[in-house]
């Protein structure tokens, strides 16, 4: 027993040994590795400008580097637009919002109508926001001193000293917060600014040369102008306010803040900070997703669900009547759920990368701005600097730890002030590209307005057009492509080898060829779809004349009435004369007894009393009848008495005593009639007729309405004949067939 008693205490001082010599092993690795650490810093003490010139050197690499790659970048971006305008032979080009050349383009064109000089309002708001900016930069820089000084003298227990520094922090509360609400409100009036400048151009180039028109009957690269001017536009213009604020301040912050840092921690400490931000940087870049995109994607569908929605209104009417309420549910409820899943997928994008983005600049920036500001204070102590009056109690250790802390404060606030600048530059990086996606849709906007005034469409070509579009030779092919003149005349309207083409590029007829002087009535008749409507849109300015040459006055001297008039928002007064206002109406001398004279013409003077005078503002499309429309529609013109109207099936509604009384009044008037009717009433008011045979021919001559009329009725009598022959020979057959059967 006492052998194993032995042998236990043994073992046990061989494990003390061990024990021992293990411990002091560490601490002799522990004081090597100490002794190679002061024996670097020692090296970079006496080398230490060194070491910074070559920072500064690799710092000025890094930047010539990145601009030469922007550089490239630009100019590979430019010659492959020129190749692709070269390969397609259009300017404009389906394309994907990114920040690249196009963008800066885009933005460079817009910027110039939202800021449309250095001397005006917006620009002087500009100077202002970024005034507001720079001081509010040097105003953070003297709160960070400040609130190191504060924590300093807290921690040495000068009373006095913390007390006036609480109160210099609240003489900087007044001018910070002046100035955070100015910038806010300045940014709202920029957004404002920029959003009313870029609508009044829209607007400008949209209710212009019909462009309004074409855009949505003679193009195809918009179907939704009206959501695009009303929701983009206002979309872009805050975002480029904000952008602006979300871009500058950062940049401005970052570049103030890390000037102040080299200062108290080095530029050493600093280029390592900052080159880990610029890896994690690239890093949240390479796994951004593709906002811009997805952004411009989002506004298409949201166009096509307001598109379908302003549809149904429209043609509520037709749909109630053909019960199409559940083909249009199903119509709307497609385009609504494709926008759902793409917002939906956008939201989930988000989530992920937000989370990363999260992680990267609050804590892993954090980290390393932490230990970034302890770096002075490790680095004093490891260089073996004297410490030991840290160590005793005095007025000499309470001054050190007093700077130590008021560094240290400073340098942090100002490390998380830089971090957040940062932080904000990388999540504006996702407001450029929405941006962008903005951008990209108010450009495509703005160009095609401006080809559309120019004449230049986009046009699917489908049916027959599209068939021939396949085979090679045929004349017809490019002929939307083509165009001919249109000449200003004194008083006559010729048609002279002109093709009437649908927008598609449908012929309806290949030439054309007819004359009509001021007082030679003309009425246009033949089968629906022969190119009745379409003559008179290219007469009327709103189809392009595709070749030959046109002779007409001018527009102001051509009036069009449709079969369902257009009702105006406005008074009762202002449907008589529209689209005059009521001080046009004046400067013609025309007063409120005129128009009621001209109503009487058209058995309709009863209306202004019966609906509340002149100035009684109702939805009048819903107040008439169709029949008070068409009146109102001839009131007018004759209102404004031009020189030709066009006609088209305008008194279907209409009885035919108020019929005549129409046509003989605008006849008396001097007004030439162009008519589009099937009424064998109304011939007795035209001198010529221009008839289609829906194949591609026509008729111009003169028209004798007793003839006609006596060889209609020739002409259905004999057919009632013939149809009475086919009727006996029918009888006679049924007859014989029973006699042989019995």
Same mark, same amino acid.
């Given at each position: 027993?006492?052998?194993?008693v032995?042998?236990?205490?043994l073992?046990?001082?061989?494990?003390?040994?061990?024990?021992?010599?293990?411990?002091?092993?560490?601490?002799?690795l522990?004081?090597?590795?100490?002794?190679?650490?002061?024996?670097?810093?020692?090296?970079?003490?006496?080398?230490?400008?060194?070491?910074?010139?070559?920072i500064?050197?690799?710092?000025?690499?890094?930047?010539?580097?990145?601009?030469?790659k922007?550089?490239?970048?630009?100019?590979?971006?430019?010659k492959?637009?020129?190749?692709s305008?070269?390969?397609?032979?259009?300017?404009?080009?389906?394309?994907?919002a990114?920040?690249?050349?196009?963008?800066?383009?885009?933005?460079?064109?817009?910027?110039?109508?939202?800021?449309?000089?250095?001397?005006?309002k917006?620009?002087g708001m500009?100077a202002?926001?970024?005034?507001l900016?720079?001081?509010?930069?040097?105003?953070?820089?003297?709160?960070?001193?400040?609130?190191?000084?504060?924590?300093?003298? #807290?921690?040495?227990?000068?009373?006095?000293?913390?007390m006036?520094?609480?109160?210099?922090?609240?003489?900087?509360?007044?001018?910070?917060?002046?100035?955070? =609400?100015?910038?806010?409100?300045v940014?709202?009036?920029?957004?404002i600014?920029?959003?009313q400048?870029?609508?009044?151009h829209?607007?400008?180039?949209?209710?212009?040369?019909?462009?309004?028109?074409?855009?949505?009957?003679?193009d195809?690269?918009?179907?939704?102008?009206?959501?695009?001017?009303?929701v983009?536009?206002?979309?872009?213009s805050?975002?480029l306010?904000?952008?602006?604020?979300?871009?500058?301040?950062?940049?401005?912050?970052a570049?103030?803040?890390?000037?102040?840092?080299?200062?108290?921690?080095?530029?050493?400490?600093?280029f390592g900070?900052?080159?880990?931000?610029?890896?994690?940087t690239?890093?949240?870049?390479?796994?951004?997703?593709?906002f811009?995109q997805l952004?411009a994607?989002?506004?298409r +569908?949201e166009?096509?669900f307001?598109?379908?929605?302003? /549809?149904?209104?429209?043609?509520a009417?037709?749909?109630?009547?053909?019960?199409?309420?559940e083909?249009?549910?199903?119509?709307?409820?497609?385009?609504?759920? /494709?926008?759902?899943r793409?917002?939906?997928?956008?939201f989930r #994008?988000n989530?992920?990368?937000g989370?990363?983005q999260?992680?990267?600049?609050?804590?892993f920036?954090?980290a390393?701005?932490?230990?970034?500001?302890?770096?002075?204070?490790?680095?004093?102590?490891?260089?073996?600097?004297?410490v030991?009056?840290?160590?005793?109690?005095?007025?000499?250790?309470?001054?050190?730890?007093?700077?130590?802390?008021?560094?240290?404060i400073?340098?942090?606030? +100002?490390?998380? =002030?830089?971090?957040?600048?940062?932080?904000?530059?990388?999540?504006?990086?996702?407001?450029?590209?929405?941006?962008?996606?903005?951008?990209?849709?108010?450009?495509e906007?703005?160009?095609?307005?401006s080809?559309?005034?120019?004449?230049q469409?986009?046009?699917?070509r489908?049916?027959e057009?599209?068939?021939?579009?396949?085979?090679?030779?045929?004349d017809?092919?490019?002929?939307?492509?083509?165009?001919?003149?249109?000449?200003?005349?004194?008083?006559?309207?010729?048609?002279?080898?002109?093709?009437?083409?649908?927008?598609?590029?449908d012929?309806?007829?290949?030439?054309?060829?007819?004359?009509?002087?001021?007082?030679r009535?003309?009425?246009?008749?033949?089968?629906?779809?022969c190119?009745? =409507?379409?003559?008179?849109?290219?007469?009327?300015?709103?189809?392009?004349?595709?070749g030959?040459?046109?002779?007409?006055?001018?527009? =102001?001297?051509?009036?069009?009435?449709?079969?369902?008039?257009?009702?105006?928002v406005?008074?009762?007064?202002?449907?008589?004369?529209?689209?005059?206002?009521a001080?046009?109406?004046?400067?013609?001398?025309?007063t409120d007894a005129?128009?009621?004279?001209? +109503?009487?013409?058209?058995?309709?003077?009863h209306i202004?009393?019966?609906?509340?005078?002149?100035?009684?503002?109702k939805?009048?499309?819903?107040a008439l009848?169709?029949?008070?429309?068409?009146?109102?529609a001839?009131? /007018?013109?004759?209102?404004?008495?031009?020189?030709?109207?066009?006609?088209?099936?305008?008194?279907?509604?209409?009885?035919?005593?108020?019929?005549?009384?129409?046509?003989?009044?605008?006849?008396?008037?001097?007004?030439?009639l162009?008519?589009v009717?099937? /009424?064998q009433?109304?011939?007795v008011?035209?001198n010529?007729?221009?008839?289609?045979?829906g194949?591609?021919?026509?008729?111009?001559?003169?028209?004798?309405?007793?003839?006609?009329?006596?060889?209609?009725?020739?002409?259905?009598?004999?057919?009632?004949? #013939?149809?009475?022959?086919?009727?006996?020979?029918?009888?006679l057959?049924?007859?014989?067939a029973?006699v042989?059967?019995?």
């Amino acid at each position: 027993m006492v052998a194993a008693v032995n042998q236990d205490l043994l073992a046990g001082a061989v494990t003390d040994r061990i024990q021992s010599m293990l411990y002091e092993y560490v601490r002799s690795l522990k004081r090597k590795q100490l002794t190679v650490l002061n024996r670097i810093m020692l090296f970079y003490a006496q080398n230490r400008q060194v070491v910074r010139r070559s920072i500064v050197a690799l710092i000025c690499a890094g930047v010539v580097e990145r601009l030469y790659k922007v550089f490239r970048l630009m100019t590979t971006e430019r010659k492959l637009v020129q190749q692709s305008m070269a390969n397609s032979g259009k300017g404009s080009k389906q394309r994907s919002a990114q920040i690249d050349k196009q963008f800066f383009d885009n933005l460079k064109q817009l910027v110039a109508i939202a800021i449309p000089g250095l001397l005006t309002k917006e620009a002087g708001m500009l100077a202002i926001h970024t005034v507001l900016l720079v001081f509010r930069s040097f105003l953070s820089v003297a709160v960070a001193t400040l609130d190191g000084q504060i924590v300093s003298s #807290l921690v040495r227990l000068r009373g006095r000293e913390f007390m006036t520094g609480i109160a210099k922090w609240m003489a900087m509360a007044v001018p910070a917060t002046a100035t955070n =609400s100015l910038l806010n409100y300045v940014q709202t009036m920029l957004a404002i600014r920029f959003r009313q400048n870029l609508t009044e151009h829209a607007h400008k180039m949209y209710l212009a040369n019909n462009t309004y028109y074409a855009v949505g009957n003679l193009d195809d690269r918009i179907n939704n102008a009206d959501q695009l001017i009303a929701v983009d536009i206002k979309k872009f213009s805050n975002s480029l306010a904000e952008i602006y604020s979300n871009l500058a301040k950062p940049s401005l912050d970052a570049f103030v803040y890390n000037i102040q840092l080299a200062k108290s921690l080095g530029i050493e400490s600093l280029f390592g900070i900052m080159v880990i931000v610029q890896m994690s940087t690239g890093m949240l870049r390479f796994l951004a997703p593709p906002f811009g995109q997805l952004v411009a994607q989002e506004q298409r +569908l949201e166009g096509e669900f307001y598109f379908t929605h302003s /549809r149904l209104i429209e043609h509520a009417e037709e749909i109630a009547l053909y019960r199409g309420h559940e083909a249009e549910k199903l119509s709307i409820n497609h385009r609504y759920l /494709r926008l759902v899943r793409h917002v939906n997928r956008v939201f989930r #994008l988000n989530v992920f990368y937000g989370m990363l983005q999260d992680f990267v600049v609050k804590y892993f920036w954090g980290a390393a701005g932490l230990a970034g500001c302890a770096i002075p204070v490790f680095t004093e102590r490891l260089a073996g600097a004297p410490v030991a009056a840290a160590q005793s109690p005095g007025s000499g250790a309470s001054s050190s730890i007093g700077k130590r802390t008021r560094d240290f404060i400073t340098n942090r606030r +100002l490390l998380l =002030s830089a971090s957040d600048a940062f932080g904000r530059m990388i999540y504006s990086y996702k407001e450029i590209v929405e941006l962008a996606g903005y951008a990209e849709r108010v450009t495509e906007l703005l160009t095609v307005f401006s080809e559309v005034s120019r004449g230049q469409f986009v046009k699917t070509r489908v049916g027959e057009s599209a068939e021939k579009s396949l085979q090679s030779g045929d004349d017809d092919v490019d002929i939307v492509n083509r165009r001919g003149q249109v000449v200003e005349s004194a008083d006559d309207v010729e048609f002279i080898d002109v093709p009437i083409v649908s927008p598609n590029g449908d012929v309806l007829v290949r030439k054309l060829n007819f004359h009509v002087k001021p007082g030679r009535h003309l009425l246009i008749v033949g089968p629906n779809g022969c190119g009745k =409507s379409s003559m008179f849109r290219i007469l009327g300015g709103l189809w392009p004349v595709y070749g030959g040459t046109l002779r007409k006055p001018s527009m =102001s001297q051509i009036f069009y009435i449709p079969q369902r008039p257009y009702l105006p928002v406005g008074t009762l007064r202002d449907q008589v004369i529209y689209p005059d206002c009521a001080a046009d109406m004046t400067a013609k001398g025309t007063t409120d007894a005129d128009l009621l004279a001209i +109503l009487k013409v058209v058995q309709l003077s009863h209306i202004v009393e019966r609906e509340g005078g002149w100035d009684s503002v109702k939805a009048w499309r819903d107040a008439l009848s169709g029949g008070d429309k068409q009146r109102i529609a001839m009131a /007018r013109l004759f209102y404004h008495r031009p020189l030709y109207a066009i006609m088209d099936e305008c008194t279907s509604a209409v009885s035919m005593d108020v019929e005549r009384i129409m046509y003989t009044h605008a006849t008396n008037l001097g007004i030439t009639l162009l008519t589009v009717s099937h /009424r064998q009433s109304l011939w007795v008011y035209h001198n010529y007729i221009l008839q289609y045979d829906g194949q591609g021919g026509y008729i111009f001559s003169k028209l004798d309405p007793e003839r006609r009329i006596a060889l209609m009725e020739e002409k259905q009598q004999i057919e009632q004949e #013939l149809a009475a022959i086919k009727d006996m020979e029918a009888r006679l057959q049924d007859m014989e067939a029973a006699v042989a059967s019995y």
